[in-house]
């Protein structure tokens, strides 16, 4: 499936709760006659025993819990064929069932999944023995397919059932667990030539090597977790000295109270339009948050003047982007955001100040938000003049698309504006403290 395509919901629901049972049923009472021979109860029993065992060892990354039942699976399928990987997962199935008590329809749409993974990589196997593959490279093969298959398919299911994109969930899986699971399925290879070559004896090195690697596994889990855990504490402590600047910015003048915010949230929503990945966004988020912190350095009587500024109180007020930068340069901290606060007046036909900066020399990021703090700007009202309605303050940002604005910016903010419900846009602005926006001419 590609990235940004989504299987339709009826057709998610169909795999998931009709093929996936229907699948498990056919294997298993396919796999049934080969079950009941006399010849396969000793490798039935076996397994079942070696299933039961390496349930209990379960290696937990952040995101996914690998079970070594696949390994144990995927050494049936090399050793004894379908059949018997067919055995492994129906009791993989029901162990999973009795710990987690999920749902009939879980139940079976996991076990339909699983059981169809092993179908696949059993009749792929039988194929390749038919080549001249040397054994090795067709194990490695067969445990690349088993972990590509059954990702896919678990994602199906996880992904219907949480409500998720199958994309999104695919994506997560791979990130998070792909290199443990590929080990344990080489392992799984390894362990089946071992037995097939020295016999049972021989599974026990691979059993310890299992434990130990499922206890190394253990260990740095746990302390990457802690390390996610102190990396989410100094995320907060840094969100709330941010909230705590933004609001001593905003406090020193009533008028632009709650500006800071709304220019961030529209600058990262301009980001997100963009396709930018979150952590851009965030910064753009971030940068709008801050992007006024040099107005600490002008007078308030500047500041606060009901009435037009004398040409030297402007020169004052334009000097904030390059207090800003220099607050937070000499601070030592956020270092990705001084293009944002330094730069966030500058124009595109290089008009803007402090450094004239121009087109594309302007950094993204304050590009953005020179559209989301002009626009905020607009609609707000300031001591000297009422804010416009939100549909003037649009028109006015396509009229200076291409010399103020970036033209393209300048468009997609525009429509990423217009896309939102009256409602919504009502939401916004109230939630900074903003009550008095209008949002077409004549309206309140």
Not at 308 to 313: I, P, V, W, Y
Request: aromatic share 10%; hydrophobic share 45%.
């Amino acid at each position: 499936m590609l990235p940004g395509i989504k299987l339709p919901q009826a057709l998610q629901r169909f795999i998931v709760r009709v093929c996936y049972p229907v699948l498990a049923v056919l294997l298993i009472v396919t796999a049934i006659p080969t079950w009941e021979s006399r010849t396969s109860w000793n490798t039935l029993v076996f397994y079942t025993i070696l299933s039961l065992v390496v349930s209990f060892l379960a290696i937990k990354t952040p995101n996914v819990v690998i079970t070594l039942n696949n390994a144990v699976t995927f050494s049936a399928i090399l050793l004894y064929g379908t059949w018997a990987g067919v055995w492994c997962a129906t009791i993989e199935s029901l162990i999973i069932a009795f710990l987690f008590r999920s749902g009939v329809s879980k139940i079976l749409a996991n076990a339909g999944q699983l059981l169809s993974t092993v179908w696949i990589v059993g009749w792929t196997h039988e194929w390749l023995l038919r080549t001249a593959l040397p054994p090795v490279l067709a194990d490695l093969l067969l445990g690349l397919l088993y972990f590509a298959v059954n990702t896919l398919l678990c994602s199906l299911g996880i992904a219907y059932f949480s409500k998720l994109r199958t994309w999104t969930v695919a994506k997560s899986l791979v990130k998070s667990g792909t290199c443990t699971y590929v080990l344990v399925m080489v392992l799984g290879g390894i362990g089946a030539r071992l037995m097939e070559s020295h016999g049972i004896a021989s599974l026990l090195p691979v059993l310890v090597m299992f434990l130990a690697m499922r206890i190394i596994f253990q260990q740095y889990f746990h302390n990457l977790n802690r390390l996610q855990q102190k990396m989410d504490e100094v995320r907060r402590l840094n969100d709330t000295i941010l909230a705590a600047m933004a609001a001593s910015i905003d406090a020193r003048d009533p008028y632009t109270h709650g500006h800071s915010y709304r220019v961030a949230y529209w600058g990262r929503e301009l980001a997100r339009a963009l396709g930018l990945a979150k952590k851009e966004a965030d910064e753009v988020y971030y940068g709008g948050i801050l992007h006024d912190i040099g107005k600490i350095g002008i007078e308030d009587n500047i500041l606060k003047k009901e009435g037009k500024l004398s040409r030297e109180e402007y020169h004052k007020i334009k000097q904030h982007p390059v207090i800003g930068y220099h607050i937070v340069k000499q601070a030592g901290v956020f270092p990705e955001l001084l293009p944002a606060i330094r730069h966030h007046h500058e124009r595109y036909d290089g008009k803007g100040y402090p450094d004239g900066l121009s087109g594309q020399e302007i950094p993204l990021i304050a590009r953005i938000l020179a559209l989301s703090d002009a626009f905020d700007a607009m609609v707000s009202d300031r001591p000297y003049r009422k804010g416009v309605p939100v549909e003037h303050a649009l028109q006015i940002i396509r009229d200076n698309a291409g010399t103020q604005f970036d033209q393209a910016l300048a468009e997609i903010f525009v429509r990423l504006v217009r896309s939102y419900s009256k409602e919504q846009l009502e939401e916004v602005f109230r939630q900074s403290g903003q009550t008095n926006v209008k949002l077409s001419e004549g309206a309140s």
